[in-house]
């Protein structure tokens, strides 16, 4: 839905935080739809109004309305779940969803295809689980990522308890959601209710924290609003590095908008944190551009106003200097698939679940598989960035088990994929996402196919190189963030993008505009014999087109940054 | 356009407007004729202050400039509100018109359109558009002599179709007859270079066209030529097919079908409430069947009367084959001489055998019971192929010489076969341009109130809600004041909420009052319309001790029933007055002509 900024503005300051006209929405019994404003409201509640795109045209023939459904998100920050939660969002993906549970790439879990009938049902069976939805959409702080990596356990552990509590720290106050869904009684008028931190319109625009612990990159920190990168010294938590500005979202044919990279501006203490991350948000909510809503993102107030202006900005909020930014280095931005030994003898099966989508299908019956799993497990779930599935904290003796079962119901992709299936990403798109423009996630297994195809007759097979595939420019799958990427322009058409690293510290280019299949794997099979020729040894596929300078790319964030 | 009548040439009326102007003025005498005639110049002097001249200027300055724009992302649509600003500037009379918001029947009326277009997908239009494109494309696309038009494209030449709804349109216009003013612009993503000089020519063409001198009004008076003999059930017309479209969505047990069929040229003509005869035929598959099953040669030409056909014409078109009477199933029982079959037709069985008609079409008695038949019996035997009727779905003051049907098609599994019903069948297998032969049966008992302040209520689940489409068309129409309220059940809100687009919109705009819904299997507990009637006992009582007229339609067996009771109790509870009295309050309803039922 592309609405413009002032009316989304007007529509939040009229919510009367975010109440707006859904109760009557909802009880409306002529249509499956919620009146125009609260599509935009409901959002902050961790719901998106959506259509079945496949059948829209049937419908309208049909003389039918849109066959309107609901995509619910939850907040889990750094994606870790219990497996009692596990059951609890099966059974809602089985009785009131599409019978798939989607894992994305900010950890979270989606719903597809709730109808409005059921809508407060499902909310309240999820809040049941003590899980919500609350701000998981929306002009707020979205889920907090952090890397999944669960070796490092103990620095994990405290990383991800500062992600976790910063993520409740900046959910919105406003009791609009526990009233709607959850039946909580009105505080007369909600007058003694108030938003402190955000204010009664909320911020400009979406707004997304990520925490990374080196050498991981796997949450792409540099492509978030906030990065916060750990910085550890003898396993204790020192603090973080700072990286602000980071975002994918562009629009064609639109110059005014383009993916970024963060940048570093400093390091923190643990106990500046929560100051530091305030005093970004209310900088953002009181600067950003609330009058071109595509131009709203902190990427572009800081293009707007420059950084150090921002930072100084920051720094007066929060009454104290950030530090010089620490050294850090990142390896890599995948997943490391398979069983990883962890501390006391625990041991963590990473699972590739292709393009995040968990559901039956065939053999694969994989929602019933991980249904099976979560009965017997007893340690937890975690959900990566790259849309894959850990089975966390299993103890030796309990290996064997996991694996029959991962074996019965073939989710043992991670065994025998190739490196470039392993590590694709693509975003939801078609049928659900009214912004999609092509395939993304339906397409990826046979795009995969074929690219491995081109691979094999270079004899490049076993190299890992990292593809993304995103439905339109968004770049919900990170897409600025692969060595190959296609950014869906029309059905069958997209942008062929080229050259990032695998590190998460350089975008990629812009290599063929609006090109169809057979024209992309062309390019691609060109490509692939010069790289098969000339690279050099571990030289990746993006950093040898930038070697071999089939593209120039912009300037990314040095390899190794020495403060 | 009529065949009863001959609107003339230039006129700025539409057919239908021609048609309802013929009929007005049919049988005036001279003096009528002058008084309507000054009356209506009136009214347009009020309108607009200048009187159209003679001959229809080119652009009558009632008739406004039409902009209609087809945008997905808000370009066309910001082009479009730039050209209506500069033609307001200019001082010309101009409406700016979403495409799917243009009445698609009031193209013909237009004199001078600008359209601005994008194209979306791989070449297609803009959503909004749909609609649009896919009338003016289809074979019922209107002539447009008396329009004349321009049309700017938008699109991006990255894409292999460029522009190509913009192109389609300017040169499809131009086939129906339309006069292009000036060449097609075909924007890129640089819009305006395109666009500003298109604006400009836009602007200076239409000063050009709309008349600024006023003129004395003179009335060209429309010739009526002698109706020629109207068709009826046993003449019936064939009308040309125009739509078979199902409407209800996957996932429906039914399979429900909106047909439009065309009476230009037929002279036929109806009213709300009325019902169509279709006038069916078997289908060849299952005549094949019933030849196989008897071992009879279809070429037989068999004389019955005074007519002589071949066995499979019989069969075919002359009898009932999907539903039999009790004659026949004697005559069988006869010819089986199966003792089962003989003593259901004792009378102390009737009931059972009522059963066995409802449950078995012929063929279904030809396996259960096999006998042999010769084809002179046969064709003696069974029951001559009657008409079906169904309720009108349209009015013809908005569709004109067209009708519209709700039709449920008969289709269902029985005894491990297939079975369908002869007449829903005909018109759910017919295509586009079959000929269906039909006539009208008019129903003066189903009637709207010739007081249109009056308000009605309108109780139609399944395909009962036919009439009440017409009866809401109608009523908007003719701007009756009454309030309308409908209440409609089916199995499930998704796949079965019949015409529900339509509804919506005449919910938004005030064309329909109320609109309550029943889907019975959408949970636990199964609810019906009177369940509705009901819940809302009491402002059902108030508004038909206020005049208001209440209709039922659709199902006669169960549905007519509960409604009637629920009618009853609402009655007996509002009215506080016993049963007896609430049944004499209902039947002085249905003596006043307020309470009527069409069903089935
Ligand atoms: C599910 C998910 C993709 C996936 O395959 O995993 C997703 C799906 C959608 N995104 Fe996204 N985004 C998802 C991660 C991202 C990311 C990646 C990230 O955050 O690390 C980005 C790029 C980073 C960024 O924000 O710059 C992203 C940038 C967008 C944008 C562009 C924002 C911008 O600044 O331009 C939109 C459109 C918008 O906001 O107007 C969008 C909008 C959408 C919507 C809600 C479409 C809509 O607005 O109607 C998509 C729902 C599709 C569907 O049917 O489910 N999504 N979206 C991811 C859910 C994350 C989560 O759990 O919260
Ligand atoms: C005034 C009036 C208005 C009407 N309006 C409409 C309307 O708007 N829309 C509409 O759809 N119909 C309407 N009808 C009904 C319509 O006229 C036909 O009766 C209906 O379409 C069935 O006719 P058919 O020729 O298709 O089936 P037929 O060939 O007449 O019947 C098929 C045979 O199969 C039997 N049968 C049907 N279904 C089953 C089943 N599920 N299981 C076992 N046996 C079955 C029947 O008893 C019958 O013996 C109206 C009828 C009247 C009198
Ligand atoms: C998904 C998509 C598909 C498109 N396909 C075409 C095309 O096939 N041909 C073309 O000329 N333009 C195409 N365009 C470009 C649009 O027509 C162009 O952006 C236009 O300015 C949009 O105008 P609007 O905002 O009024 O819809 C496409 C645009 C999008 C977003
Ligand atoms: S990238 Fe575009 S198409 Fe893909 S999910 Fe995001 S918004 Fe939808």
């Known amino acids: 839905m592309s609405t413009s900024s002032s009316s989304v503005e007007t529509i939040k300051q009229n919510s009367q935080r975010l109440r707006g006209s859904l109760l009557d929405s909802l009880s409306d019994a002529h249509t499956g739809a919620i009146r125009a404003d609260d599509t935009v409201l409901i959002k902050f509640h961790g719901s998106y109004q959506q259509d079945d795109r496949d059948l829209r045209d049937e419908r309208r023939q049909q003389k039918l309305e849109p066959a309107w459904s609901f995509m619910i998100r939850t907040r889990t920050p750094g994606g870790v779940v219990t497996p009692q939660q596990w059951l609890a969002l099966d059974a809602i993906a089985t009785r009131y969803a599409n ?69 409740e720290h900046l959910k919105p106050k406003s009791r609009a959601y526990y009233e709607i869904w959850l039946d909580e009684q009105r505080i007369a008028g909600g007058e003694t209710e108030s938003e402190p931190m955000y204010g009664e319109t909320y911020l400009p625009r979406k707004f997304k924290i990520a925490f990374a612990v080196p050498p991981h990159n796997d949450v792409d920190v540099f492509a978030h609003d906030l990065g916060c990168i750990a910085v550890l010294e003898d396993g204790q938590l020192a603090g973080f590095n700072i990286s602000l500005g980071g975002g994918m979202g562009a629009t064609h044919n639109d110059a005014e908008t383009y993916p970024l990279l963060g940048q570093v501006i400093g390091f923190v203490r643990p106990d500046q944190l929560f100051a530091v991350a305030e005093s970004i948000l209310t900088t953002q909510r009181d600067f950003g551009n609330r009058d071109v809503r595509k131009r709203a993102r902190l990427k572009y107030t800081i293009e707007d106003r420059g950084i150090d202006w921002f930072k100084s900005e920051v720094e007066q909020r929060a009454g104290f200097a950030l530090g010089p930014a620490r050294a850090f280095a990142f390896e890599h931005n995948g997943d490391r698939f398979g069983w990883i030994e962890g501390h006391e003898g625990r041991w963590h099966l990473t699972l590739r679940i292709e393009a995040g989508r968990v559901a039956d299908r065939g053999k694969a019956t994989h929602l019933t598989g991980l249904r099976e799993i979560a009965r017997i497990h007893r340690g937890d779930f975690r959900l990566t960035a790259n849309q894959n599935l850990i089975i966390a904290n299993v103890q030796a003796a309990e290996r064997a088990a996991i694996d029959a079962l991962v074996t019965t119901h073939q989710l043992d992709l991670y065994r025998n994929a190739s490196p470039l299936r392993l590590n694709a990403l693509a975003c939801v798109a078609l049928p659900t996402c009214g912004l999609a423009m092509a395939e993304a996630e339906r397409y990826l297994p046979d795009l995969i196919g074929k690219v491995e195809t081109l691979l094999a007759k270079h004899t490049l097979e076993d190299t890992p190189i990292h593809l993304r595939i995103s439905g339109c420019p968004n770049g919900c799958s990170r897409p600025y963030l692969g060595e190959i990427a296609l950014v869906g322009k029309a059905p069958g058409r997209y942008n062929l993008m080229l050259g990032a690293d695998r590190r998460g510290q350089r975008l990629n280019t812009l290599h063929r505009e609006n090109i169809d299949e057979a024209t992309i794997l062309g390019e691609l099979d060109r490509l692939f014999a010069r790289y098969a020729a000339e690279r050099n040894t571990e030289e990746g596929f993006g950093d040898f087109l930038v070697r071999a300078k089939v593209i120039r790319p912009p300037a990314g964030i040095p390899v190794q940054v020495i403060a | 356009m009529s065949a ?597």
């Open chain 2, 4 to 600: 009863q009548f001959i609107t003339p040439p230039l006129t700025p009326l539409t057919d239908d407007k021609g048609i309802l102007l013929a009929r007005l003025i049919d049988g005036l005498d001279t003096q009528a004729l002058w008084w309507l005639s000054g009356y209506s110049a009136g009214l347009a002097g009020n309108q607009t202050g200048i009187a159209p001249s003679v001959g229809a200027p080119a652009v009558p300055a009632a008739t406004p400039i039409t902009v209609v724009y087809g945008s997905q992302t808000g370009n066309a649509k910001r082009i479009a509100e730039r050209l209506v600003a500069d033609l307001e500037s200019g001082g010309a009379p101009v409406r700016l018109v979403r495409a799917d918001a243009l009445a698609l029947r009031e193209l013909k009326s237009e004199r001078l359109l600008y359209v601005v277009i994008s194209t979306q997908g791989d070449g297609d239009p803009p959503d909004d558009a749909r609609g649009l494109i896919a009338h003016l494309s289809g074979k019922r696309a209107p002539q447009l002599p008396d329009l004349r038009y321009a049309v700017l494209g938008l699109g991006d030449s990255s894409y292999p179709q460029f522009n190509a709804i913009g192109r389609k349109l300017d040169s499809r216009l131009a086939e129906l007859g339309a006069q292009r003013l000036f060449d097609l612009g075909e924007a890129d993503l640089d819009i305006e270079t395109i666009a500003d000089p298109w604006r400009k020519q836009a602007l200076d063409r239409a000063i050009e066209l709309t008349p600024a001198a006023t003129s004395r009004s003179s009335v060209v008076p429309l010739r009526a030529v002698a109706s020629k003999a109207k068709h009826d059930r046993d003449a019936p017309y064939l009308a040309e097919l125009l739509a078979n479209q199902r409407i209800t969505a996957r996932g429906s047990e039914k399979d429900v079908r909106h047909i439009e069929l065309s009476l230009a040229g037929s002279g036929l003509s109806y009213t709300p409430g009325d019902a169509l005869g279709v006038c069916p035929q078997n289908s060849t598959e299952l005549v094949r069947n019933v030849l196989d099953l008897l071992q009879l040669d279809g070429d037989a030409s068999i004389t019955q009367g005074s007519e002589t056909h071949s066995l499979r014409h019989w069969l075919q078109v002359r009898r009932e084959l999907t539903r039999i009477g009790r004659p026949f199933v004697a005559h069988h029982a006869a010819a089986a001489a199966h003792a089962g079959l003989n003593r259901l037709l004792a009378p102390e069985q009737s009931a059972t055998l009522i059963k066995l008609l409802g449950s078995h079409q012929l063929i279904d008695l030809l396996r259960t019971y096999p006998a042999r038949w010769n084809a002179d019996e046969l064709i003696g035997a069974l029951r001559p192929l009657t008409p079906r009727l169904y309720s009108i779905a349209s009015s013809q003051t908005l569709v004109g010489e067209e009708v519209h049907l709700t039709v449920a098609h008969v289709d269902y599994e029985a005894f491990g076969h297939r079975h369908q019903g002869v007449a829903s069948n005909f018109l759910a297998r017919s295509d586009d341009d079959a000929r269906i032969p039909v006539f009208i049966e008019h129903n003066e008992r189903f009637r709207l109130p010739s007081d249109g302040s009056r308000d009605i209520i309108m109780i139609g689940p399944g395909t009962g809600i036919a009439p009440f489409r017409a009866f809401v068309q109608e009523r908007a129409a003719t701007g009756s004041s009454g309030r309308n309220w409908l209440l409609f059940g089916n199995p499930h809100f998704q796949c079965d909420f019949l015409y529900q687009v339509e509804w919506q919109e005449a919910l938004r705009d005030g064309r329909l009052d109320r609109l309550d819904l029943a889907f019975s299997r959408d949970q636990a507990n199964k609810v019906y319309v009177q369940h509705r009637l009901r819940e809302n006992g009491r402002e059902l009582h108030d508004r038909l001790r206020n005049g208001a007229h209440l209709y039922v339609c659709g199902d006669a067996t169960r549905m007519a029933c509960d409604v009637e009771d629920a009618l009853l109790d609402i009655f007996g509870e509002h009215g506080n007055g016993d049963r007896e009295q609430a049944a004499e309050q209902l039947a002085a309803l249905r003596e006043e002509g307020r309470y009527a039922r069409d069903v089935y």
């Open chain 1, 99 to 167: 019978a798939s549970l989607r894992v994305t790439t900010r950890q979270a879990f989606q719903f597809h295809g709730v109808i409005k009938r059921e809508l407060k049902a499902t909310m309240q069976a999820i809040n049941a689980s003590l899980i919500d939805t609350v701000a998981a959409c929306g002009d707020v702080n979205r889920n907090v990522l952090v890397s999944a990596n669960p070796v490092e356990s103990r620095s994990h552990a405290l990383v991800y308890d500062w992600a976790a509590r910063l993520s």
